[in-house]
């Protein structure tokens, strides 16, 4: 099996800077894209930002300048550096990762908990 574990949410201010961080473990023979989506209370989940095994990244256009992520593939990681937050990055973030976890087998998506970041005053 594979988890993904996330930490690093909580309080900040408008205008602060949280950052997040997501490991994969388990039976793991590689993992594709991994990610950061969102979620806010009576909202769809967002992509947030994605990157490639060869660290090609993508944001939505609201993060833009503003968040970076970065992956560590011999660690199986992917953080999430979020600068000058608004209140409406309020959400719950979400990791997600597509793993291979054999030469044999497709991939397959993952998610982790979830944690919540609120930017509040």
């Known amino acids: 099996q594979v988890q993904l574990v996330e930490s690093g949410g909580g309080l900040v201010q408008p205008g602060g800077s949280l950052r997040l961080a997501c490991a994969a473990s388990?039976?793991?023979?590689?993992?594709?894209?991994m990610g950061w989506y969102r979620q806010a209370p009576g909202k769809q989940r967002e992509l947030v930002a994605i990157?490639?095994?060869?660290?090609?990244?993508n944001y939505a256009d609201s993060v833009k300048g503003r968040f970076t992520i970065s992956r560590d593939n011999a660690k199986n990681t992917v953080d999430l550096q979020m600068n000058s937050l608004k209140t409406e990055d309020t959400a719950v973030y979400y990791c997600?990762?597509?793993?291979?976890?054999?030469?044999?087998?497709?991939?397959?998506?993952?998610w982790g908990q979830g944690t919540q970041v609120t930017v509040s005053s």
């Open positions: 990157i490639s095994n060869t660290g090609f990244a």
């Open positions: 997600n990762a597509k793993v291979r976890r054999t030469a044999l087998t497709g991939t397959y998506t993952y």
């Open positions: 388990g039976t793991i023979f590689g993992i594709n894209n």
